[in-house]
Every structure is written in structure tokens, then in C-alpha cells.
């Protein structure tokens, strides 16, 4: 019964294997400063204009996924100011709620911790995410290999350096 099942399966989630910490996230930053801000899968970052807030969640791919603003009425009507820090949680409370109810769990803050550090708004901003359960750091990745699938028809080896790598070290 169970293989029937599995030849006939179509995942319609892609985002399936980015909660089962399956998806890898993306490399070849490492000789980059901001090499940490580059490497997610989500990010959630905070967009302050003159005139307003924005809270985005934004994947590595598609661009904006969810979003918040002090530019719906919705959300403007309740509040006193679009602009102060107050603005600023209320915007993460909200983004936070929307990513949970859409099934996302987990992204990376979009500043560094100095930056968010300096500004009040932004630590007001991923205090309320963090409060209202959004986790603020991507789970490791799992690497598809003979222990997590017993599939697999063979361990993998460990690579051992060759002669050339050892030349080239000199």
C-alpha cells in the first residue's frame, strides 16, 4: 500500500524541504564581509520611510513573501504615530502573526546586531517577532545521506586530500 502511495505522491508544497531543514542554504559568500546577511532562506527586515514602516519577510528567491506596513488603514487606525517605535512593534507583532499562520517558523533578522543595537526602532521591531513566537535563526541543515535515509545504497566516504591538494598548499 504504502509504495503505491509513494510512486503517485506529488509534493504541491515547495516549501516542504525548507521546514524539514532539507534545503540547503545558499553558499559561496565566504570571502565576503556581510557573508552572514547573505546565507538564509528567509530574512525578515524592517523598512523605515519618511512617512512609515514596513515589516517584509523576504525569501532568497522569490523576493517578498509577507508583508506588514503602517500603510493599510487596517493597521494605521490604530495606531497614534506611523513613524515612532511603537509603529515599530505593532509591525512585528503583525508580520510575526502572518508568517505563523503561513506556516513560517523560522528566518534570519536582515540587520546586523550592531544595527540593531543603535536603533530603537529595530530593537522594538525583532523583540515583538520574538515574543510572538517567530524564531530568529534558520535550523541546520540535515545532509541527505545514508544515516537520516536508509535508501541510500552506500555510506559516503570521507574525501582524503590528493597529491596535487598538497602541492598546491605549499
Not at 12 to 23: A, F, I, V
Not at 65 to 74: D, F, G, L, Q, R
Not at 75 to 90: E, F, G, P, R, V
Request: aromatic content about 10%; glycine content about 4%; proline content about 4%.
Amino acid at each position: 500500500m504504502a509504495t503505491r502511495f509513494v510512486r503517485k505522491f506529488v509534493n504541491r508544497n515547495p516549501r516542504n524541504n525548507e521546514l524539514m531543514s532539507r534545503q540547503p542554504v545558499n553558499t559561496g559568500y565566504q570571502f565576503e564581509k556581510d557573508r552572514d546577511l547573505r546565507r538564509y532562506i528567509y530574512k525578515v527586515e524592517l523598512v523605515e520611510g519618511k512617512s512609515h514602516r514596513e515589516g517584509r519577510l523576504v525569501h532568497y528567491k522569490d523576493g517578498v513573501v509577507i508583508s506588514a506596513s503602517t500603510k493599510e488603514p487596517s493597521i494605521a487606525n490604530q495606531l497614534y504615530s506611523k513613524t515612532d517605535t511603537s509603529a515599530a512593534l505593532n509591525i512585528g507583532r503583525v508580520l510575526a502573526l502572518r508568517c505563523l499562520q503561513s506556516g513560517i517558523h523560522f528566518a534570519m533578522p536582515g540587520a546586523t546586531t550592531e544595527a540593531i543595537e543603535k536603533s530603537q526602532h529595530q530593537t522594538y521591531f525583532f523583540k515583538a517577532l520574538k515574543e510572538e513566537g517567530l524564531t530568529l535563526k534558520e535550523p541546520e541543515h540535515v545532509e541527505h545521506s545514508y544515516e537520516t535515509d536508509k535508501s541510500f545504497t552506500w555510506k559516503r566516504y570521507p574525501l582524503k586530500p590528493t597529491r596535487q591538494d598538497k602541492l598546491d598548499e605549499l
